[in-house]
């Protein structure tokens, strides 16, 4: 860990790695066949580099680190698994940036590295073909639609890219979100099995409220399926996340005091005597609102902006009550969060089973999954009796240490 980090991760992470850091000790490789008592003389030779299959006596990390490659199992250990899985569950339905919190946790567990190889559980290194970004080849696509060019000769030829620490870091989240996804099932099992049975029995209230998360699901997901890599080349760093987390504090204040206003308005206006509208319910919300909420989802593939922040001032803005806002973005991050992690286990599957032991990622899943549970049961009525501002806070200041011991 770099000397700047010392701070941030006794400020951030210290009860948990005072805990749960994982210690310095390495698994011997296995040694093979006995050496004899004492080695035949041989002639001396050059230096030549250690490989993974030179000195067997050497700890695998040893001899990996030396040509510039690393055991998967010695960083994603169950401590990890641990650490990883509180940061997920905690901050998955915060206002607060699971993403831009987990990049964070990676740097400062030394997640973070993107030239390191990975060696997977049966001791070979993995690796990924390199493409262009999603966005540039739909382009290109479609500029050779449109000028009818004549397919090249040659076929395009695919460069192999190192699977480094940080590509498998970016895969266990992927597979420990399944544990919050778990999460709000539990928590809103009856909210999600009376709208399943609702749909089955072609219940018009059912349809709507499925109707409303579809439409607020696709802004997000085009937007995301469409410039994800550039999202990833450009905006996963820690300068990205500070500066996500400060502007994102500066609109929930701004939503928080524009929802305060307009409450006393409106609390005028029923001692006076006057209608008012309720608060929707969430079959309630015109298409035109959902939309609405669904293209401030958008502002969360901005690591560090936070989904549930942008959906919840969505909400707010929309007319609904801070109850029913962070109701609508659980459901609706139910979806988001599901279609992202089949997509990712789609396409990254193979390597995800290669790379990590069932033991550490199966904690993590669990872990995940209790610790989201007690956040989504504890932020709805933290949040119905005493609003955003506390994360706003707890944003500025996060920000405000990141700037000066990251920066």
Not at 116 to 141: D, N, T, W
Not at 227 to 250: M, R, S, T, Y
Not at 293 to 305: E, K, R, V
Not at 356 to 379: D, H, Y
């Amino acid at each position: 860990m770099r000397p700047r980090a010392i701070l941030p991760t006794i400020l951030l992470l210290a009860p948990l790695i005072a805990l749960f850091a994982p210690t310095d000790g390495r698994a011997q490789a296995n040694a093979g066949a006995d050496a004899p008592a004492v080695p035949p003389p041989v002639a001396p030779v050059a230096p030549v580099s250690v490989t993974a299959t030179d000195e067997p006596n050497v700890s695998p990390a040893t001899r990996y680190d030396a040509d510039g490659m690393v055991l998967a199992s010695d960083h994603f250990d169950y401590a990890s698994a641990i650490i990883l899985g509180i940061v997920e569950g905690v901050t998955e339905y915060l206002p607060v940036s699971s993403t831009g919190h987990l990049i964070l946790t990676d740097e400062l567990l030394g997640l973070n590295d993107d030239v390191r190889q990975v060696i997977g559980v049966k001791g070979l290194p993995l690796s990924q073909y390199e493409k262009a970004p999603k966005h540039e080849r739909i382009l290109k696509k479609i500029k050779k639609f449109l000028s009818k060019e004549p397919p090249p000769a040659v076929p395009e030829q695919k460069i192999t890219k190192k699977f480094t620490l940080k590509d498998a870091a970016d895969a266990y989240i992927v597979v420990i979100q399944f544990g919050a996804i778990l999460a709000v099932l539990l928590a809103y099992w009856k909210r999600v099995s009376g709208l399943c049975l609702g749909l089955f029995r072609r219940e018009r209230k059912s349809y709507k409220l499925a109707g409303n998360l579809i439409i607020a699901f696709l802004p997000a997901a085009g937007v995301g399926f469409v410039f994800k890599d550039l999202i990833e080349q450009n905006l996963f760093g820690v300068a990205p996340v500070a500066i996500a987390l400060a502007v994102g504090a500066l609109l929930m204040l701004g939503v928080e005091y524009w929802y305060r206003e307009r409450r006393k308005k409106r609390n005028a206006a029923i001692a006076a005597g006057e209608k008012v509208l309720r608060s929707p319910d969430l079959h309630e919300l015109s298409p035109a609102r959902a939309l609405g909420i669904g293209c401030a989802q958008c502002l969360a593939l901005w690591p560090g902006t936070s989904r549930s922040m942008a959906t919840i001032c969505g909400g707010y803005l929309v007319g609904l009550s801070p109850a029913r806002a962070t109701e609508f973005s659980f459901l609706l991050g139910l979806i988001t969060l599901t279609c992202a992690s089949v997509y990712k286990c789609i396409t990254e599957g193979a390597k995800i089973t290669a790379t990590f032991e069932t033991g550490p990622l199966a904690l993590g899943l669990i872990v995940a999954a209790i610790t989201a549970f007690a956040s989504v049961k504890w932020l709805v009525a933290w949040i119905n009796k005493h609003g955003l501002w506390v994360f706003a806070v707890y944003r500025i200041l996060l920000a405000a240490i990141l700037f000066a011991f990251f920066m």
